[in-house]
């Protein structure tokens, strides 16, 4: 959800200055983030002297690249190459690369565990702009939206890749940007997948829920939000805006219905990153669609929704770059590649 609890104060300890620049390392061309995990630091990078998707490892406090496993990917430049974010859990690092090849190693040494390409095995097709996905790994299972022409979202053993299960799709649902939201909706914990041409739920088993195509964007990105137990915010860009879908069960069948929905110069949007959600605030960074408001950080009241209550001012525009929380601040990377660190309160304006 890219809300930081444990995290040690940051700005007081680096003061106005930002903080110091320990190391840097060159990567190829495109938009992938880094995670850290055991002092290290792994990315999933394009190695362009072999045509090649990189999973590297580096030191934390030194960046000595500690190793580097690699596959062929020969893909032509499409706003970058390189894509998502790597998952880490239990000494493994699976990542999911531009083109749907999806491969574990471990975390130490970089020797394969296993490797699955998406493509090939469901007959899915890589979203426009190449595969924006990070995998979800949840205990021992890595959960990945597919697409395929029979299987929607699958769920493969961590350590070993085979099949733990699979949620069926009828072809209609393609592979999108979004990541999978896992979240506790109507008192059952579930997996969401926001896929083109709709939107569908199942259990931990991998057993359907519910699906629905009342809002179905031509590109989607963010991962949905869960507001409550039977809520969530849906946005998307290029001018499809955001929707509330709500979800109500009776006699044991789910259904789905929009609450409201609306355009990005009326209410909260967002074009690529998944909006945050805390304390029953939604701030999002507003798409470039968005009026008055675009590239704005803005607030809204979860209940007051498409009101939006707060904004960082036309003077603090942010462009289509992350941002997360933490130590009760916002640290955004705008698209001049420069960190800002707004504080939550001060600097956003009633």
Same mark, same amino acid.
């Given at each position: 959800?890219?809300?930081?609890?444990?995290?040690?104060?940051?700005?007081?300890?680096?003061?106005?200055?930002?903080?110091?620049?320990?190391?840097?390392?060159?990567?190829?061309?495109?938009?992938?983030?880094?995670?850290?995990?055991?002092?290290?630091?792994?990315?999933?990078?394009?190695?362009?002297?072999?045509?090649?998707?990189?999973?590297?490892? =580096?030191?934390?406090?030194?960046?000595?690249?500690?190793?580097?496993?690699?596959?062929?990917?020969?893909?032509?430049?499409?706003?970058?190459?390189?894509?998502?974010?790597?998952?880490?859990?239990?000494?493994?690092?699976?990542?999911?690369?531009?083109?749907?090849?999806?491969?574990?190693?471990?975390?130490?040494?970089?020797?394969?565990?296993?490797?699955?390409?998406?493509?090939?095995?469901?007959?899915?097709?890589?979203?426009?702009?190449?595969?924006?996905?990070?995998?979800?790994?949840?205990?021992?299972?890595?959960?990945?939206?597919?697409?395929?022409?029979?299987?929607?979202?699958?769920?493969?053993?961590?350590?070993?890749?085979?099949?733990?299960?699979?949620?069926?799709?009828?072809?209609? =649902?393609?592979?999108?940007?979004?990541?999978?939201?896992?979240?506790?909706?109507?008192?059952?914990?579930?997996?969401?997948?926001?896929?083109?041409?709709?939107?569908?739920?199942?259990?931990?088993?991998?057993?359907?829920?519910?699906?629905?195509?009342?809002?179905?964007?031509?590109?989607?990105?963010?991962?949905?939000?869960?507001?409550?137990?039977?809520?969530? =915010?849906?946005?998307?860009?290029?001018?499809?805006?955001?929707?509330?879908?709500?979800?109500?069960?009776?006699?044991?069948?789910? %259904?789905?219905?929009?609450?409201?929905?609306?355009?990005?110069?009326?209410?909260?949007?967002?074009?690529?990153?998944?909006?945050?959600?805390?304390?029953?605030?939604? =701030?999002?960074?507003?798409?470039?669609?968005?009026?008055?408001?675009?590239?704005?950080?803005?607030?809204?009241?979860?209940? %007051?929704?498409?009101?939006?209550?707060?904004?960082?001012?036309?003077?603090?525009?942010?462009?289509?770059?992350?941002?997360?929380?933490?130590?009760?601040?916002?640290?955004?990377?705008?698209?001049?590649?420069?960190?800002?660190?707004?504080?939550?309160?001060?600097?956003?304006?009633?």
């Amino acid at each position: 959800d890219n809300l930081v609890r444990d995290t040690p104060p940051l700005s007081k300890s680096w003061g106005d200055s930002g903080p110091k620049v320990l190391w840097r390392a060159d990567l190829g061309e495109g938009y992938a983030g880094a995670i850290i995990a055991e002092n290290r630091v792994y990315v999933l990078d394009y190695w362009e002297e072999r045509n090649a998707d990189a999973l590297r490892c =580096f030191d934390l406090l030194t960046g000595a690249e500690l190793w580097r496993r690699s596959y062929k990917n020969p893909i032509r430049r499409n706003h970058g190459k390189s894509r998502t974010v790597p998952a880490y859990a239990d000494n493994v690092v699976v990542s999911l690369g531009p083109a749907g090849h999806v491969m574990a190693v471990d975390a130490r040494s970089g020797d394969l565990l296993w490797s699955c390409d998406l493509v090939a095995t469901y007959t899915c097709e890589v979203p426009q702009w190449y595969a924006g996905q990070c995998p979800l790994i949840d205990g021992q299972k890595v959960i990945l939206g597919i697409g395929g022409e029979k299987v929607l979202v699958a769920a493969f053993d961590l350590k070993t890749g085979n099949t733990v299960w699979e949620l069926p799709n009828d072809g209609a =649902f393609k592979m999108s940007h979004a990541s999978i939201l896992s979240a506790k909706l109507l008192n059952r914990d579930c997996y969401v997948y926001a896929a083109l041409g709709g939107i569908a739920a199942c259990d931990h088993d991998g057993k359907p829920l519910w699906r629905s195509t009342v809002w179905k964007p031509a590109v989607w990105a963010p991962t949905p939000v869960a507001l409550d137990d039977h809520r969530l =915010f849906l946005t998307a860009g290029y001018g499809a805006g955001s929707a509330i879908l709500s979800l109500q069960e009776a006699n044991g069948q789910i %259904t789905a219905t929009l609450d409201k929905q609306w355009k990005p110069t009326q209410g909260p949007a967002s074009e690529q990153q998944t909006p945050l959600f805390i304390d029953g605030t939604l =701030f999002t960074i507003q798409p470039k669609d968005a009026g008055a408001l675009r590239a704005e950080l803005v607030a809204a009241n979860a209940d %007051t929704l498409p009101a939006v209550t707060a904004s960082s001012g036309k003077e603090n525009r942010f462009g289509l770059g992350p941002y997360l929380f933490a130590d009760n601040a916002f640290w955004i990377v705008d698209d001049d590649g420069v960190l800002i660190c707004l504080k939550r309160r001060s600097l956003l304006r009633q």
